[in-house]
């Protein structure tokens, strides 16, 4: 019922920016989380950042603190991911998702969502 579809990955250099965005199409019920992860060739996925469900609180994975931005749009539900000071180590597959279940307790927590988008790939050359 629900789709995500997110936008905006591409090729960078290191210190470069990108801007992803996560556009939800459909209807979803209720109060819910957005959050990005993503995931790296032979690696698990791993919790980026998430926003609550009204855009008051936000949280962030140790590794894209103070160089990552999510915000959530008022308008159409679009949720951002601003990404600057890019680091090889930051390619991967970037995964929009939503969930009703988000809490403050189970933000990072992958099972914590229920839908996904198809990602959108990031690389970042040296």
């Known amino acids: 019922q629900v789709q995500l579809v997110e936008s905006g990955g591409g090729l960078v250099q290191a210190g470069g920016s990108l801007r992803l965005a996560c556009a939800p199409s459909?209807?979803?019920?209720?109060?819910?989380?957005m959050g990005w992860f993503r995931q790296a060739p032979g690696k698990e996925r791993e919790f980026v950042a998430a926003?609550?469900?009204?855009?008051?609180?936000?949280y962030y994975a140790d590794s894209v603190k103070g160089r990552f931005t999510i915000s959530r749009g008022n308008a159409e539900n679009t949720v951002w991911l601003q990404m600057n000071s890019l680091k090889p180590e930051d390619t991967a597959v970037y995964y929009c998702?939503?969930?009703?279940?988000?809490?403050?307790?189970?933000?990072?927590?992958?099972?914590?969502?229920?839908?996904w988008g198809q990602g959108t790939q990031v690389t970042v050359s040296a």
């Open positions: 459909g209807r979803t019920f209720g109060r819910y989380g």
């Open positions: 926003v609550n469900w009204n855009g008051g609180s936000t």
């Open positions: 998702a939503s969930g009703s279940a988000f809490t403050i307790t189970n933000y990072y927590r992958s099972g914590s969502y229920d839908y």
